[in-house]
């Protein structure tokens, strides 16, 4: 158990929805990054989180948007949804945003289907 | 440009063997690699870890190789058990001022055969 919780674990959902996935980061970690996984695309980063603002972005479509909140969780929000939107969405937190390690830690993920 | 590729995408062996997984990397500015292990229907989990300062970093029964004249690297596990079934990643640090991104590779598939 990474420490780092996701809900939901499964969701189905049509194409032209909005849905929300939910992220607890480990206690005490500071930043929240996620993590998109496609079956033929690996783990594409998202973005990134540091104590409630955003520090990186990486290929995050304009259609997806996410916010890290004072308590430090996070949710990425993702609208009108597409077919190509399924897949695995992965959220890491480490301690702190200039952390000279790369141990990420990862929750079990979110698998999103678009039907 | 950001890109980290594995260079097989399945690998199996036997149950004891030693097992040695390839990365690829483009990024000649990255100076920190980590392996990850994923197994099924989990996040990934960190392996071991490389600074680009290093050539050789040993682990639990794991070893990274790293060398940067080729920009290749490699995960090399010890007598190889069925736990260690899982898609292995090898992932690059590129650094934006202060703000680290981990860029993944594809992954490779590791089958260890009783």
């Known amino acids: 158990d990474s420490g780092v919780t996701q809900t939901p674990k499964h969701l189905i959902t049509a194409t032209g929805q909005r849905v929300t996935l939910r992220c607890s980061p480990r206690?005490?970690?500071?930043?929240v990054y996620w993590y998109q996984q496609s079956l033929d695309q690996g783990l594409q980063f998202l973005i990134q989180?540091?104590?409630?603002?955003?520090?990186a972005k990486g290929n995050i479509l304009e259609r997806f948007s996410a916010q890290q909140f004072p308590d430090l969780h996070s949710e990425l929000n993702l609208s009108s949804l597409e077919l190509g939107d399924s897949a695995l969405y992965f959220c890491a937190s480490s301690p702190r945003q200039g952390s000279n390690t790369g141990e990420l830690f990862f929750g079990e993920g979110s698998r999103l289907t678009v039907l | 440009g950001e890109s980290v590729g594995l260079h097989l995408p399945t690998l199996s062996v036997q149950e004891g063997d030693n097992s040695i997984i390839n990365c690829a990397y483009s990024n000649s500015a990255s100076d920190y690699f980590i392996w990850y292990k994923q197994e099924s229907g989990k996040g990934p989990q960190f392996i071991i870890d490389i600074r680009s300062n290093m050539d050789k970093r040993q682990g639990q029964r794991v070893t990274v190789l790293l060398n940067k004249t080729v920009k290749h690297l490699s995960l090399q596990i010890a007598a190889t058990q069925p736990g260690d079934s899982a898609v292995y990643f090898c992932?690059?640090?590129?650094?934006?001022?202060?703000?680290?991104?981990?860029?993944f590779g594809q992954g490779t598939t590791l089958q260890v055969k009783p």
């Open positions: 992932a690059e640090k590129i650094w934006s001022g202060n703000t680290g991104k981990l860029i």
């Open positions: 206690s005490g970690d500071l930043s």
């Open positions: 989180y540091y104590n409630g603002e955003e520090r």
